[in-house]
């Protein structure tokens, strides 16, 4: 499974784009990236996945690289309703071995610049 | 559709207490994830079913813990005796099998979880 790498804290003041870096170089050739949110008390939440360029939603812009070992998750405005912990997985749904194997790190906890 | 449910939402027992969770997972869905989150850090995936089989459980305590998903719907865990670091939150999550896509990862929907306190 490909490690991922992302900061533990990032801050933004409101109104700004924020993007956030997630690093996986060992990503395998049939790996998608997927970021997950989490807000306190609830389970964490799909954004948006990608494999590949550039990949936008309602929610947020997921940038990736021609060589994939890394990926930027970028949320155009930030407001208050978007402190929450953000999560990059790596995985490739279980294709080789059978089954979907998800593995969340520390994530990344996002929050307002006072 | 209806998300993943699960309950109790909170639950507090002592030391070498049992506890059981529940979890109905988003119907159709035929994978299903038990995680385990300590406060300040990332879900630990306990276990994980296809259907009604174990797909992995490496990360499962099985002096303590079992789970069971017996008609490949509904799902149980259990913790038999309890300690005091099992205190955390419990989170189901269930994802579509991408029958017929070559590759990919089938986004996991989860639900808010039993938060466990062990005393």
């Known amino acids: 499974l490909a490690k991922t790498t992302q900061p533990i804290s990032m801050d933004s003041y409101e109104g700004q784009e924020v993007n956030i870096t997630c690093s996986h170089n060992n990503i395998a050739t049939n790996d998608y990236i997927t970021w997950y949110q989490q807000f306190p008390s609830q389970g964490p939440r799909f954004i948006i996945q990608g494999y590949k360029t550039k990949v936008t939603n309602e929610v947020a812009s997921l940038f990736i690289p021609a060589d994939r070992k890394s990926s930027t998750l970028s949320l155009p405005r930030f407001s208050l309703s978007d402190t929450a912990v953000y999560y990059c997985l790596v995985g490739d749904g279980g294709v080789r071995t059978g089954g979907f194997k998800t593995i969340f790190g520390a994530g990344t906890r996002l929050f307002v610049k006072a | 559709e209806a998300g993943v449910a699960q309950s109790p939402r909170y639950k507090i027992i002592e030391k070498r207490q049992s506890v059981a969770f529940w979890c109905n997972p988003i119907?159709?869905?035929?994978?299903l994830y038990w995680y385990q989150q300590i406060l300040g850090q990332g879900p630990k995936l306990l276990i994980q079913f296809q259907n009604n089989g174990v797909v992995d459980d490496s990360q499962l305590p099985k002096d303590r813990f079992s789970a069971e998903r017996l008609k490949g719907v509904d799902s149980t865990l259990k913790i038999q005796p309890a300690k005091l670091e099992d205190s955390a939150v419990y989170l189901c999550?269930?994802?579509?099998?991408?029958?017929?896509?070559?590759?990919?990862?089938?986004?996991?929907?989860f639900g808010n979880g039993t938060r466990l306190t062990v005393t």
């Open positions: 119907s159709g869905h035929a994978t």
């Open positions: 999550a269930s994802s579509l099998v991408s029958r017929g896509r070559p590759v990919g990862h089938s986004p996991l929907h």
